[in-house]
């Protein structure tokens, strides 16, 4: 039984508490936040213990901790935590700096720890549908890759100023996605944003609607589209056209009831935000860990994996910054 310390009751606190619990294999034992409320009452939700960040991490009696605080506050955590001995899931990105993330993976390596970045979205079951069939040579060799991703209203002006902006906070899925999906990383990045959502997003230094083409060195183009606000759900879908056919991943509806009448033919919208569309890739993501951590195997998606998400972040935000495509070998 994996015993796990939870660091972090925010909104996605909660939801990795729900999974680590309803998983047979782990039991959370305790929960830390820097708002004490937070952190008391998730904890008395689940019967654990309060105890500080620090603590949790120095507990041997504890094997493994999810990281789900603030951003700023990954890598120091995830370096402590594995010189302490446990296996860590942490929250993307692994930092707001890439030089800073690079110095984590580092610090890491030496330790021999599992480390697991929580890229949910290559747990969902239509995505990992998607790669298997492109892995099996279903429709040939993959040629075009279109990945969209809306939410359905922009988050507050407060957060947007401490997310690290749309490319690390929001795209960073996006860019993780592109390369699961085309097995490397782009050789190069171009970006074209603005704020015509909210102003105030603008006004802080960043966009909030967003399109990056990426170009891969035999050829292959993917294109990123991003926006803030779709009124009408959360918008996640897959488009991967291959030289022998096209596969698609659509978007997880409301219901499944369409109504056909002479006026038209109507359905249900798309489930409203990542809670709702999300919790079951959240559930298989805990599980994989979990499995990894038990028999001693690699982790499915790696530290590395959150720094190159992270580059590609921040090739994007210099395209956007310089009006030109960027590229991702020259990164720093």
């Keep these: 039984m994996l015993k796990v310390g939870l660091l972090g009751a925010g909104r996605i606190g909660n939801v990795h508490a729900k999974a680590i619990s309803a998983h047979p294999g782990s039991k959370l034992v305790a929960v830390s936040d820097v708002f004490a409320e937070n952190a008391e009452k998730l904890a008395a939700e689940y019967g654990v213990a309060v105890k500080s960040s620090e603590e949790i991490i120095a507990d041997p009696a504890i094997d493994a901790v999810l990281i789900a605080t603030s951003t700023d506050t990954h890598s120091p955590l995830i370096e402590a935590a594995t010189a302490a001995g446990k296996a860590v899931l942490c929250e993307k990105p692994v930092d707001l700096s890439l030089e800073r993330a690079r110095a984590c993976l580092a610090a890491v390596e030496p330790t021999g720890q599992p480390v697991m970045i929580g890229f949910n979205r290559r747990f969902d079951p239509s995505f990992g549908a998607l790669k298997a069939a492109a892995q099996g040579g279903e ?144 559930e298989a993501e805990w599980a994989a860990f979990v499995e990894a951590v038990e028999a001693g195997t690699p982790m499915p998606v790696t530290l590395a994996d959150g720094v190159a998400a992270l580059a590609m972040a921040e090739a994007a935000a210099r395209s956007l910054a310089e009006g030109k495509p960027v590229a991702l070998a020259g990164i720093q």
Aim: overall charge negative.
């Design 139 to 282: 429709i040939g060799k993959a040629e075009l890759l279109a990945l969209t991703s809306f939410d359905p209203a922009p988050p507050p002006v407060e957060y947007v100023k401490v997310s690290g902006g749309l490319f690390r906070d929001m795209m960073i899925h996006d860019f993780d996605m592109a390369n699961f999906l085309m097995g490397e990383a782009p050789v190069t990045v171009s970006a074209a944003g603005s704020s015509i959502v909210d102003p105030a997003i603008g006004a802080a230094g960043d966009v909030d609607t967003a399109v990056v083409t990426m170009t891969y060195a035999d050829g292959r183009i993917a294109v990123i589209k991003n926006s803030r606000r779709a009124a009408y759900g959360y918008d996640q879908r897959i488009e991967l056209l291959g030289s022998e056919g096209l596969l698609q991943a659509q978007n997880q509806l409301e219901n499944l009831v369409v109504k056909s009448t002479a006026g038209g033919v109507t359905g249900a919208k798309p489930t409203w935000f990542f809670l709702e569309r999300y919790m079951p890739a959240y």
